[in-house]
Each structure stands twice: as structure tokens, then as C-alpha cells.
């Protein structure tokens, strides 16, 4: 007898060597406590290859003086994709990029939106908004 393989673990191998070309922590961010003034140190849960790609669907439309719109996001939202072996992120931790191929984006910082679930598992994808006030406001 045969042991069954998994139909998407070639995949969900070419989709992790293909998209997930980034470096992502997820974790709970630490605190201050004003009392004792001690600070608590990040929680990290998992950290490993992923991505972080904008939603491209804009929120509203503004028209300038040329009668062009042009699409403007309020939410700033994002997709998060890493392996399936990663942990589900939910709405109490922040996700940071630790490695990119684009310097800009390394270090910055999202808070967690809600994970999608899917039958077809291959990444998992996550929402994510956009930090403004972890980012100094950019």
C-alpha cells in the first residue's frame, strides 16, 4: 500500500519559493507601564518567509481639477501571505518586515486585520492595515 501525498505540496513549495521571498515577524507588542516604569519586552511568535503586498482596491476616488480620479486608499490595506506551517495571526498582533528587497519597507510595521480561512490551503493570507502611527505617520 501507498501512502496518499498531498496534491498541493508542490504547490504550496513553488508558491513559498516564488512569493514568500520577504522576512516577517508576527508577535504581540510590548508595553509600557507608566506605574513602575518598566516595559515589557515583544512577544515574538513566529518569524520566517513571507510577504506583504497592498490591496489595490481603492477606497474612494478623488477627483483633481483635470477631471481625473485618482484612487486613494483611507484603510491602507495589505495582504500578508506566509507557509501554512505559520501560525494564524489574529487582530492582537503586529506584523513587522524584517528583510525586503525593497530597504523602505524594511521595519515597518501593520496591525493584524483577520486571517482567511480557504479549503484549498497553499499560503495563508492575512489581512492587514497599515500602521501610520508605528511608522512616524508615512
Request: aromatic share 6%.
Amino acid at each position: 500500500m501507498t501512502t496518499p501525498t498531498d496534491p498541493l505540496a508542490r504547490v504550496r513549495e513553488l508558491a513559498e519559493a516564488r512569493v514568500c521571498t520577504d522576512r516577517v515577524r508576527i508577535y504581540i507588542p510590548g508595553n509600557f507601564n507608566p506605574d513602575t516604569w518598566e516595559s515589557t519586552p515583544d512577544v515574538v511568535l513566529w518569524e520566517g518567509p513571507g510577504s506583504i503586498l497592498p490591496d489595490r482596491a481603492a477606497d474612494v476616488r478623488v477627483t483633481v481639477g483635470d477631471g481625473q480620479g485618482t484612487p486613494v486608499s483611507r484603510t491602507g490595506r495589505y495582504r500578508l501571505f506566509t507557509p501554512i506551517s505559520a501560525p494564524v495571526a489574529t487582530a492582537e498582533h503586529t506584523v513587522t518586515l524584517t528583510t525586503s528587497a525593497d530597504p523602505d519597507a524594511t521595519g515597518r510595521r501593520w496591525r493584524v486585520d483577520a486571517p482567511v480561512r480557504t479549503s484549498v490551503p497553499v499560503l495563508r493570507l492575512t489581512w492587514l492595515t497599515y500602521d501610520t502611527t508605528a511608522n512616524g505617520g508615512s
